[in-house]
């Protein structure tokens, strides 16, 4: 079995298995088991999710990260957000909403958020643009 040696800084935080963590100093964390996590920049505030990537990946943060009881309706919500924001995407972009769908149902959390965040990225650049 091999382990996952993660390095965070003082004042970050991690969410372990729906625990909030906030490192006081620099860290060195091995895991051995597998966990449900994020840290760091991946976490999103509520307050952040504005936009349909960004909403859809919060959502999904929840999903993957929440509280035990609480994943099973949270991903629930977050396949219908996705598939709504699916609906109404011009064809350049259903296929990237498609296959956020697709890791959800295949409950592939953490594949999913990271389609959120290629998603989150060409929204950004389609803004600059504008």
Known sequence: MSALI?????????????????????T?????????FLFGK??????????????AYYALQ??????????????VVA?????AFRDEAGPE???GWEAMLTASAEEAGFEALKLARQMMRAEEFVAVRS
Not at 9 to 18: A, D, R, T, V, Y
Not at 28 to 36: D, M, S
């Open 79 to 83: 396949r219908a957000l996705i598939s």
């Open 93 to 95: 972009g259903r296929p």
């Open 42 to 55: 991946q976490i999103m505030r509520e307050e952040e999710a504005t936009s349909p990537a960004r909403r």
């Open 28 to 36: 060195r964390l091995e895991l051995n088991t597998q966990a449900r």
């Open 6 to 26: 993660l390095e965070l800084k003082q004042g970050e935080s991690m969410i372990l298995n729906g625990a909030v963590i906030r490192f006081k100093t620099r």
């Open 62 to 75: 929840q999903a993957y990260i929440g509280a035990e009881p609480e994943r099973p309706g949270a991903l």
